[in-house]
């Protein structure tokens, strides 16, 4: 059985998030009579509801079973269902329309430990309820009709522990508890009952609790608890009771009382006199008055409780405005006091005398300034009687101000909070503590106290100080780091959302202790100081620059802070600090960060992450990233974060999930946020990750509502968890079929180009081909088989520029050139003289001008011929000399001829320039000398 508790006990912590202190502090009652074991069965047997969830909550049509748990409340059933498992252990009806539990219905089901049938209408117990339940030990029939009660109808209820009859209309007949020996905890609240006396005679052996608030008892007499005079009773509540007076020896039978709770009872300071002296040589030691209308407070009200050993006194709500002398006097052995939310005026020296023994103080709200009341004073030395006060609450209150010995005395004080309080600490100087001098102060808490500067040496007299708070106040100051001159040992120092405050290189130089430092909402420039004000600070472990509107930090910000594990820089402007296009590219101030383990950069307006951004985080276990403006990701962007166990992705522009970007980091995650992006629903976008959706373990909430499709448009605005990705499995016999078509198409595309712009170059080499092939080439048989040189082709307008610079070569060089108007034999036609002559010459040299382009003759015979000794007789032998810088494609429209048919050195350009023309005459005779065969 203990199992199985157990196992409900931790799912049900996992579910609502309780601890097992606060379960001890809202069952109380409960916890109070029951070791560890029992205890972990109860958490799974009692119902706790989780409070603020923010889902929707379906309607239930039936119950809901679960870890031998059945839920059927909110079902308006009219009987017990007779339907459910037969070995549940616990059953919830509450919320119905039920008038009966009758003995029948419930036989089915023998192994019930735990019955929860309030906020029905049932009028009576049956007297065969726990026959049918021989393991009950839990029964709840709070808010119901219960009226006559007898000790026959709990006759067979001994192994009830907790019984809960509140807000019912009880009449008791007899000793109608006496069977319940083994009851531990009993409340009767709420019934209008008129006397505390439950029974006559000794009974309830087991007692540990007993609620009797809310009732209409006005007194407690003498005898009204007898029948718990051989009880083990801990706790009793009379709250809310009309109580009017208590006769002597009320409290005697259970002189064991450990916690006595009267909340919200009117009780005049004569009866709360009165209830001291009768709770005098008792075992009490907690006593809560809370909201008793106790407006003043004298030397007498508890002198009755000097014969006690009380630690706990709770005075809250009481409106309390006056104390006069000195009323905690009687208390030497207080550990805690609560005066909160009262309406003290003034506090003396004499005012806590005699708490010498006090640990905790809680004075929040106690001290108030109303808009038609002055503030009030606290007297210096005030506090000095408390020598053994450790912690002191002073929350939202309001007076006069901090004065010189306003904490003299508190020797043994380690926590002091003034948050939200109106102490007049606009300014805090070097004397505004020095009353703490003596004090081992560990932390200080000035929350929302409007401060706006801090003078040097501020704190120095807090010397064993390891918490600052300074958050949300109006600081608007340089840091010269001369502000906390003297915290040697200080550890968090918190400073968020102040005004201005400007940071230099040395701000905490003085404090290398410091692990702590919350800036966030509070600097007033951008983090690009070199050097960094963070540098002196070796031991800090986390750092929170929050909402700053950051938008430049240097390189070497966070340089020397190996041991950082949190970096908070979320709500910020650092979109342009890892663009690559920032100038000097990406700043990496991540890097030497090897035992981060948080990074929330959310709200940075990032559109793109460096490949080096995140590189060598192999410790990071949280990233927040939600809120940017990312669309793509990097394949190795995730590579390092092996250690990833949460990640906030939400409110960006994803559209895919790849699994070469994303899985190394979600390989080991526990929590993944990707809500609110545009994802592309196809197979090539998100098939992988709804394969790992699926599959994996890890928690993805807002799932079926939050992850939405964009595109394409038969999956727009629908969940991705409808895309199927079955569909996508039915390409895989046509992938490599799809694979060929594409490189068939690629090769005809390039094929088709590749003519289109070279298909002449490919036609030129294919006749000089097959020329050679057939044997039409002949050898170049050298220079005596021609008798010219060269065979000029020029337009007649370019006559002169040939005699010029071409002619004078013959002279120089012993060149011999043929030219039409110079060299044809007289009597031939002019057809055969070209023919002829360009047989007989080594070289066929084109001046390529304009005019040449233009001149038909050229274009119908000497072009035709020319190209006929290129290729039919695969001779090499054209040469092109450019006067005029012509395209290329001019030149194949015109003469068939294009400047790559050639070889490099055969295409001549003539020089602007005059000095360049010697050099134009040596690559034309290197031309001219060239060889004829085609290679």
């Known amino acids: ?79 017990v269902p007779s339907d459910l498992p037969t070995n549940i252990t616990r059953l919830d009806v509450s919320h119905n329309r039920l008038i009966a539990l009758p003995g029948a219905s419930l036989t089915l089901y023998p192994r019930l430990l735990s019955l929860d049938a309030s906020f029905n209408s049932i009028t009576r117990l049956e007297a065969n309820l726990c026959l049918a339940l021989p393991l009950l030990w839990a029964l709840d029939v709070q808010h119901n009709e219960v009226h006559l009660l007898t000790e026959k109808d709990l006759l067979d209820c001994s192994n009830l522990t ?22 531990t905890v009993l409340d009767v609240s709420a019934n209008g009952l008129t006397s505390a006396q439950l029974g006559s005679s000794p009974q309830l052996l087991s007692l540990k609790t007993l609620c009797l608030s809310g009732n209409a008892i006005k007194t407690i007499k003498s005898k009204d608890l007898s029948y718990l005079s051989n009880s083990s009773l801990h706790t009793l509540k009379l709250s809310s009771l009309p109580l009017k007076t208590v006769e002597a020896g009320c409290f005697q039978p259970i002189r064991g009382l450990h916690t006595l709770v009267m909340d919200g009872s009117k009780l005049s300071i004569q009866l709360i006199a009165k209830l001291s002296q009768e709770l005098s040589g008792t075992g009490i030691r907690s006593l809560s008055l809370r909201n008793a209308k106790l407006v003043t407070l004298t030397n007498a009200t508890f002198t009755g409780l000097q014969n006690t050993n009380l ?39 004499g005012t806590f005398a005699g708490l010498g023994n006090l640990r905790v103080m809680n004075l929040t709200r106690a001290l108030v300034k109303t808009r038609h009341t002055s503030y009030p004073i606290i007297d210096d030395f005030s506090f000095e009687p408390l020598a053994g006060l450790e912690t002191l609450l002073m929350d939202r209150t309001a007076f006069v101000g901090v004065t010189a010995n306003l904490f003299s005395g508190l020797t043994s004080l380690r926590h002091l909070s ?47 100080l390891t918490t600052l708070l300074l958050g949300y106040n109006f600081i608007t100051q340089s840091l010269t780091g001369d502000e906390f001159r003297g915290l040697a040992s200080v550890e968090e120092i918190n400073m968020y959302h102040n005004r201005k405050i400007v940071l230099t290189p040395t701000s905490f130089a003085l404090v290398p202790t410091l692990r702590t430092l919350m800036l966030g909402l509070s600097l007033a420039q951008n983090q690009d100081l070199d050097p960094s004000p963070f540098k002196p600070l070796r031991n800090l472990s986390t750092l929170d620059l929050s909402n700053n509107n950051i938008a430049n930090v240097q390189e070497g910000l966070l340089d020397g802070l190996e041991g950082l594990r949190v970096l908070r820089l979320q709500h910020n402007n650092l979109q342009r600090v890892w663009k690559n296009a920032n100038p000097g590219g990406p700043v990496l101030f991540l890097n030497g960060l090897r035992n ?77 946020h990707m809500e609110r992006n545009p994802f592309d629903c196809t197979c ?16 993805v909430p807002l799932l079926d509502s939050e992850y939405v499709c964009n595109t394409p448009p038969a999956y727009f605005n629908q969940s991705i968890s409808r895309f199927q ?11 490599a079929l799809y694979v060929l078509s594409c490189s068939l198409v690629l090769i005809i595309v390039t094929t088709a180009l590749l003519f289109r712009f070279q298909g002449w170059r490919i036609q030129f080499y294919w006749s000089v081909l097959v020329n050679r092939t057939l044997g039409f080439a002949e050898p170049d048989l050298g220079q005596a088989r021609f008798e010219y040189d060269a065979y000029l082709i020029y ?62 003759w050229c274009r119908r015979y000497q072009v035709h011929q020319a190209m006929h000794q290129v290729i039919e007789e695969s001779r090499d032998s054209v040469v092109l000399v450019l006067l005029e810088d012509v395209p290329d494609h001019r030149l194949a429209r015109a003469l068939l001829i294009r400047k790559g048919m050639l070889k490099s050195r055969c295409v001549l350009h003539w020089p602007p320039q005059k000095e360049r023309i010697p050099t134009f005459r040596h690559q034309l005779q290197v031309a001219l000398g060239s060889s004829n065969t085609v290679p």
């Open 684 to 699: 090539d976008s998100i098939l992988w990750f709804m394969e790992w959706l699926n599959a994996t373990n890890t928690s």
């Open 725 to 735: 990705p079955l569909a996508c499995m039915d390409m895989t016999p046509f992938h």
């Open 418 to 464: 003034l948050s939200w309080s109106k102490a007049g600490l606009q300014a805090v100087s070097i004397a505004t503590f020095a009353s703490l001098s003596r004090s081992p102060l560990c932390t200080l808490d000035l929350t929302g106290t409007d401060i706006s500067r801090l003078d040097p040496g501020a704190f120095s007299s807090l010397g064993n």
């Open 795 to 856: 337009a007649a307008g370019d006559g002169k520029w040939v005699e010029r610079h071409l002619l004078p070569l013959e002279e120089d060089r012993g060149y011999t050139f043929c030219t039409e108007d110079r060299d044809f034999v007289p009597g031939n036609t002019r057809l055969e003289s070209i023919v002829e002559t360009m047989r007989s010459s080594r070289k066929i040299v084109f001046i390529v001008t304009e005019k040449l382009m233009r001149d038909p």
């Open 311 to 349: 630690t706990s006194l709770d005075l809250s709500g009481n409106g309390l405005v006056s104390m006069y002398g000195s009323p905690f006097q009687w208390f030497g052995t207080l550990e805690t006091l609560s005066l909160v939310e009262n309406n003290l005026k003034h506090l003396t020296r």
């Open 1 to 79: 059985m203990h199992c199985v508790g157990l196992y409900c006990f931790l799912n049900i912590l996992r579910t609502t998030h309780f601890s097992l202190e606060s379960l001890r502090s809202h069952n109380s009652e409960m916890v109070g009579a029951m070791d560890m074991a029992p205890l972990l069965l109860l958490v799974c047997l009692l119902d706790f509801p989780v409070q603020g969830s923010c889902s929707s909550v379906q309607k239930k049509v039936a119950c809901e079973v679960k870890c031998l748990t059945a839920d059927c409340s909110h079902l308006n059933l009219k009987a």
């Open 596 to 672: 981060l383990e948080t990074l929330d950069l959310d709200s940075n307006g990032m559109d793109e992450i460096p490949a080096e951004g995140l590189r060598g985080l192999s410790q990071l276990r949280e990233l927040g990233l939600a809120g940017n403006v990312l669309d793509h990701l990097r394949d190795s962007i995730f590579n390092d974060l092996a250690s990833l166990r949460v990640l906030r992705l939400q409110k960006n522009l994803l559209t895919s999930v790849p699994r070469a970007v994303f899985g190394s980091a979600l390989r080991n995650l526990s929590v993944l």
């Open 162 to 183: 907790h019984l809960n009859l509140s807000s019912n209309r009880l009449k008791l007949q007899g000793e109608t508890f006496r069977p319940l020996q083994r009851l």
